[in-house]
């Protein structure tokens, strides 16, 4: 089974960027629906953003317009771009496949704290 392991994350000021990275011990990201979800303290996960092979892509609402989820097959390596950070933006961010089907095996994810 497919591993992922999630990097980049930090603690940045409201406004502030971070560039969050997922390796995959296969390659998968041209043949699945791929995607960033983010769990905060209390709260479900959640898929932020998801983009198929072709390179099409969707945002949750709530990042719309300041994140970017992309794809570097050379690099079997995906990105999500958070630009215009929010506090409420705070979470532990994962990638897997999408959507989630309930039975995915999850990494470690990268912690993204936005605070000043």
């Known amino acids: 089974q497919v591993q992922f392991v999630e990097s980049g994350g930090g603690l940045v000021q409201p406004g502030g960027s971070l560039r969050l990275s997922c390796a995959a011990s296969?390659?998968?990201?041209?043949?699945?629906?791929m995607g960033w979800y983010r769990q905060a303290p209390g709260k479900q996960r959640e898929l932020v953003a998801s983009?198929?092979?072709?390179?099409?892509?969707n945002y949750a609402d709530s990042v719309k317009g300041r994140f970017t989820i992309s794809i570097d097959n050379a690099k079997n390596t995906m990105y999500l771009q958070m630009n215009s950070l929010k506090p409420e933006d705070t979470a532990v961010y994962y990638c897997?496949?999408?959507?989630?089907?309930?039975?995915?095996?999850w990494g470690q994810g990268t912690q993204v704290t936005v605070s000043s």
């Open positions: 897997n496949r999408a959507p989630d089907d309930g039975g995915r095996r």
């Open positions: 296969g390659s998968i990201f041209s043949i699945y629906v």
């Open positions: 983009i198929a092979w072709a390179g099409m892509a």
